[in-house]
C-alpha cells in the first residue's frame, strides 16, 4: 500500500505536468486545480471521515516514528533525500536542464531541451515526495484524516521564497529551500508557542511571502 501511495503520488504529478506542457495551463492554475480535485476524492473516498487503525504496519511505523542511533528516520530520510537532490540539481545534465527550462524555456528548446519531458519529470518528483510527506504523516498520527495537509502549500511556497528561489524561475538553490523549511518551521513552533491565534499566523506567514517575492523583485 505504501509503494501503491508513491506511484499514485508520481502519476498525480505526472498529470500537473501535462497539464502545463501539454494543455498549455500556467503552473499555478495547473496545480491549483488538481489539489482543489484531489482534496474533492479524497473528501468523496472517506466521506469526510479520518480513516484509523493505520499504524499497525512495521514499515509505517519505522517511517514517521523510527529511528536510528536516536536519530528520527524522518529526518534522516530528510538528509538523504537533500543529498539526493543536491547532487541531482548540481552535477547532472538534468539538474541543468532544469535551470535552462526554469531561466528560458524558449533559450532551454533552441539549446535542445527536450522542455516537455524535463518539465514533466519534475513534476513527478514533486508529487512522489509529496507522497512520501503523507505516509510520514500519516505514520505519526496513525490515523489517516482527509483534510490533512490543507494550508502546507503556502508553508512550501513560503519556504521556496525564502530560501531565495526566483519565483519567476531559472534561480535557486536547494539549500536555501532548506534553511527556507527550518526558517518556517521555527516560526510555526514559535507563534503557537507563544499562543497566536492561527488566524494571525496565516496573515504572518502571507507578509513572509510577500517580503520574500518583493526582495526577489529588486534583484
Known sequence: AMILAL????????ISGVMVTKGRLQPFIATLITMTVYRGLTMIYTNGKPISNLGDS???KVVGKGKFYGVPIPVILLILLFLLFYFLLNKTTFGRRIYATGSSWKSAKLAGVNIHRTKIIAYAISGTMAALSGLILL???GSAQP????????DAIAAVALGGTSMSGGRG???GTLIGVLIIAVLNNGLNILGVSSYYQDVIKGLVILIAVLSDRKR
Open 7 to 14: 506511484v499514485l503520488g508520481c502519476a498525480m504529478g505526472v
Open 58 to 60: 512495521f514499515i509505517l
Open 139 to 141: 505514520s505519526r498520527l
Open 147 to 154: 483534510t490533512l495537509g490543507n494550508g502546507y502549500e503556502l
Open 173 to 175: 538553490k536547494i539549500y
